[in-house]
């Protein structure tokens, strides 16, 4: 018998025994306060019985107390008629249509000075953050100065602050012209519209469809970088595909461009469009304020990375801007997108501070209802409820890009 002869037959009761351990079952937990594992089920079970008691108290005490007043309970006041108007609205409303109309335009009015605001704010945050990170000691220092003041101010004195400035500039007929193109007033901002005659919803059907070639256009340009080793800037043919498409649209539906450019008129302007004072004052400062803390973390990003990457694209003779978009800032987002989510979240939570500059967002016009109603629980709830199924998608949304620009195991 030779010796691997030897070896593997003394290796057969081995294998036996750990099939045999494996085939064994676990012994049987015994219902013990010295089991660790019986002790914290029982501690979770009293949690959860004393949890339950005291959601039972509070709303036995809420129900008894509402009743008392003779105020009803429930969400029907939702169809009653508003009897109220609304400064702006994106949608159609008069104060002849419902409570739960009204607060639909609260939530769209939320929505829209969120979603101007995350991109103006992450636009600034990065540009600042990268300054910041420069070696350039002039660019540094006024991207700190920056960042220090606007962050160690309350948003709340930004929304004021941006408010009293806009409301304290010239009226219409002695407004500021911006480039002969726009004004700027105590009325708001007013901007040319892009105007394609006929074929406009052509060209935003193909705008839309532009935008989701763009992005299967960059993920194919990555793939093949990936598969030959060849590298492709992704930007390139995204970009190439964003323009041409409504490009080539528009020159085949008559290439017709009217821009609606804004002009003065009496007490105000006509044609293009006006941007109210409270929307651009809580805008400016909601992009202000999370635009400091964004820099922050880009900047935090951005010296996550080892140095030694970047003193070796410089020997490589690398440009700085090739540095920075193709070595540091795709190692950065893994580092940087988590607390971004973080800024996002807070951003559209924040845009509740407009209800102190009369902006019509959900808080507003939650309020208007409430005390026309007296249905505070409900409105309260119904708020509650809006804000976690914003924050919510946010958040989905952003682990989902997360989880694209993590690192993956090979």
């Given amino acids: 018998m030779t010796s691997i002869d030897r070896s593997l037959a003394a290796s057969g009761p ?3 025994d750990i099939r045999a351990r494996q085939a064994a079952k676990p012994p049987r937990r015994r219902l013990s306060w010295g089991d660790p594992f019986t002790r914290g089920l029982i501690y979770q079970a009293g949690l959860a019985i004393l949890l339950a008691l005291g959601i039972y108290a509070l709303y036995s005490n809420v129900s008894e107390n509402l009743q008392r007043q003779n105020i009803a309970t429930g969400f029907s006041f939702l169809e009653q008629l508003a009897r109220f108007n609304i400064g702006e609205s994106p949608i159609p409303y008069s104060a002849s249509d419902t409570y739960g109309r009204a607060l639909l335009v609260g939530v769209l009015n939320t929505l ?8 103006f704010a992450t636009v600034l945050g990065v540009a600042a953050g990268v300054a910041r990170a ?71 059907i193909a705008l839309g469809v532009a935008v989701l070639s763009a992005f299967a256009a960059a993920r194919l340009a990555r793939r093949y970088g990936e598969r030959t080793g060849r590298y492709v800037e992704p930007i390139v043919p995204a970009l190439a595909v ?27 302007f006509t044609g293009g469009l006006t941007l109210s004072p409270e929307f ?30 970047v003193e070796a694209a410089r020997a490589l003779g690398l440009h700085p801007f090739s540095i920075m978009t193709r070595i540091v800032l795709p190692q950065a987002l893994r580092v940087i997108v988590p607390p971004l989510s973080s800024q996002f979240l807070s951003l559209t939570k924040n845009s509740s501070l407009g209800v102190i500059i009369g902006y019509p967002e959900l808080v507003n016009i939650g309020n208007t209802v409430m005390n026309q109603t007296g249905q505070a629980m409900e409105m309260v709830t119904i708020m509650m409820l809006i804000y976690f199924t914003l924050s919510l998608i946010t958040s989905l949304l952003m682990n989902f890009y997360n989880s694209r620009v993590a690192l993956k195991g090979r």
């Avoid at 041409?244 to 290439?255: H, I, N, R, Y």
């Avoid at 004052?281 to 990457?309: H, M, N, S």
């Fill in 242 to 268: 964003l323009v041409a498409l409504p490009l080539l649209t528009w020159l085949v539906t008559g290439a017709q461009f009217t821009p609606d450019i804004p002009q003065r008129r009496g007490f105000g």
């Fill in 14 to 16: 081995i294998r036996a």
């Fill in 280 to 309: 651009f004052a809580l805008a400016i400062g909601l992009t202000i304020y999370t635009g400091a803390f964004i820099a922050e973390i880009v900047r935090g990003g951005i010296q996550a990375v080892p140095k030694g990457q």
């Fill in 112 to 119: 829209r000075v969120a979603a101007v605001a995350i991109v």
């Fill in 134 to 204: 420069s070696r350039n000691v002039v660019i540094s220092t006024l991207a700190g100065t920056y960042v220090e003041l606007a962050r160690n101010v309350p948003i709340i004195l930004h929304v004021l602050l941006w408010s009293s400035i806009i409301r304290n500039l010239p009226p219409p007929r002695q407004a500021h012209d911006l480039l002969g193109i726009g004004f700027i007033s105590n009325r708001g901002l007013t901007v040319p519209l892009p105007g394609f005659g006929t074929s406009g919803g052509t060209i935003m």
